[in-house]
């Protein structure tokens, strides 16, 4: 599912109207996660997991913490739902970049900018949790549910590692030693 942000911000764009998001790049799969969180909305037994958690390192040295959920309840009538929400979904939002054009414009004889957004190609990553203490604390409360979650160390070129001793290790250790050594 798109994050709301990403939406909001697209649509907030000049000449863009409210669902124009949706109209024009909306994913058959976010029409059916939603429809699967329609249906177990009111299950009050409904469950969500934590599949993984990630700790990202980006150019800049900043990190972040990244995690995927599976979310499991019952519809109205008792058939299991699951579905799944990524990295997209929960833990960071897009901004699009527009495109700026000059256009004449012959009823003021003048030079006009317009900012247009034709793709999705350009887009600045707006990272919701900072690898900090609380951020850290919120990760420990939702693998409660799944205590034998893996966590992982990514840095920016894209290199994943395993922190083979889990939570404690991934929260406690330095990043250069995860990356290097695990």
């Not at 001793?165 to 929260?171: A, C, D, L, V």
């Amino acid at each position: 599912m798109t994050h709301p942000k990403t939406i909001e911000a697209y649509d907030s764009l000049t000449g863009n109207q409210a669902g124009d998001y949706k109209r024009r790049f909306g994913k058959g799969n976010d029409v059916i996660i939603e429809s699967k969180k329609a249906l177990i909305e009111k299950d009050p037994n409904k469950q969500t997991k934590v599949l993984a958690v990630h700790r990202l390192r980006l150019e800049d040295n900043s990190e972040y913490i990244l995690w995927q959920e599976e979310i499991i309840g019952h519809s109205g009538i008792g058939n299991e739902i699951k579905y799944e929400l990524g990295w997209s979904d929960l833990c960071y939002w897009l901004e699009p970049i527009p495109r700026k054009e000059i256009k004449y414009n012959p009823q003021t004889e003048q030079n006009e900018v317009i900012e247009r957004v034709d793709d999705l190609s350009q887009m600045k990553v707006h990272y919701l949790y900072p690898f900090n203490k609380e951020n850290i604390n919120l990760i420990k409360d939702k693998i409660k549910s799944n205590p034998r979650c893996p966590f992982y160390v990514k840095d920016v070129q894209g290199m994943t590692r395993t922190v083979t001793r889990g939570f404690s290790e991934w929260k406690d250790k330095p990043f250069e030693w995860l990356i290097e050594f695990t």
